[in-house]
Structure formats: C-alpha cells, structure tokens
C-alpha cells in the first residue's frame, strides 16, 4: 500500500504541483485548498505525512498543527514557508510540526520526510 500524504495550502499551483510529482512517485495524495477542511480530514484519516502552508486564511499552519497534535499526537507535519523566521514557524515547530520546508520548496527535502 502507498504511503497517504495530505497537503493543505491556500495555492492552487502549489497543491497541484506537490499532488503531480508525489503522485508520480506513486504516493497517494490528498489536497485541500481550504485550511478548516485540510484540518478535519487530518483529524478524522490516516496520513503517513500532513504538509500544511504557514499563512493562509482563516487558520494558519501553526494552529493547524496545534490543532492536529492535540488529537494525533504521532502525526507527521512539515510547514511549508516562505517565511521561515515568521513568528508562526516558531509556534508551529513548538506544537510538534517536524520541520520547515521553505518555499519555493525542493520536493527532495520531502521525499526524505516520506522514507
């Protein structure tokens, strides 16, 4: 069975690209332009590794990734940023995201998250 990635990020080109080249590599991959929605679906299914944006509307990456912990304390968050002194990374690092990944992202840094 392939591995489940879920990518939550307020850009259309973004998810797109992440979703094509993942799933290239045969990795199952959901997306979710729409952070609430991106969040419910990590809470309520399984996920080898949950990519989420930092700044989006209505929730940011930092209070996903609170959000998520608080549930799935064994969940796999990385921040994708272009930003990555911004305030938030920090609080996302906190909450238990595993690393940044800064935009424009190398799918490589990634692929080592998956393995």
């Given at each position: 069975?392939?591995?489940?990635?879920?990518?939550?990020?307020?850009?259309?080109?973004?998810?797109?690209?992440?979703?094509?080249?993942?799933?290239d590599?045969?990795?199952?991959?959901?997306?979710h332009?729409?952070?609430?929605?991106?969040?419910?679906?990590?809470?309520?299914?399984?996920?080898?590794?949950?990519?989420?944006?930092?700044?989006?509307?209505?929730?940011?990456?930092?209070?996903?990734?609170?959000?998520?912990?608080?549930?799935?304390?064994d969940?796999?968050?990385?921040?994708?940023?272009?930003?990555?002194?911004?305030?938030?990374?920090?609080?996302?690092?906190?909450?238990?995201?595993?690393?940044?990944?800064?935009?424009?992202?190398?799918?490589?840094?990634?692929?080592?998250?998956?393995?």
């Amino acid at each position: 069975m392939s591995k489940r990635v879920l990518v939550i990020d307020d850009e259309e080109m973004v998810l797109n690209t992440i979703k094509l080249i993942l799933g290239d590599m045969g990795y199952n991959v959901t997306t979710h332009q729409d952070p609430l929605k991106g969040m419910n679906e990590a809470i309520h299914n399984s996920f080898d590794l949950i990519i989420t944006d930092l700044r989006m509307p209505k929730k940011n990456g930092a209070e996903i990734t609170e959000e998520i912990m608080r549930v799935k304390p064994d969940a796999r968050i990385l921040i994708l940023t272009a930003h990555p002194t911004d305030p938030f990374a920090k609080k996302a690092l906190e909450a238990g995201a595993l690393s940044l990944v800064k935009k424009p992202f190398e799918i490589g840094k990634i692929l080592d998250f998956l393995k």
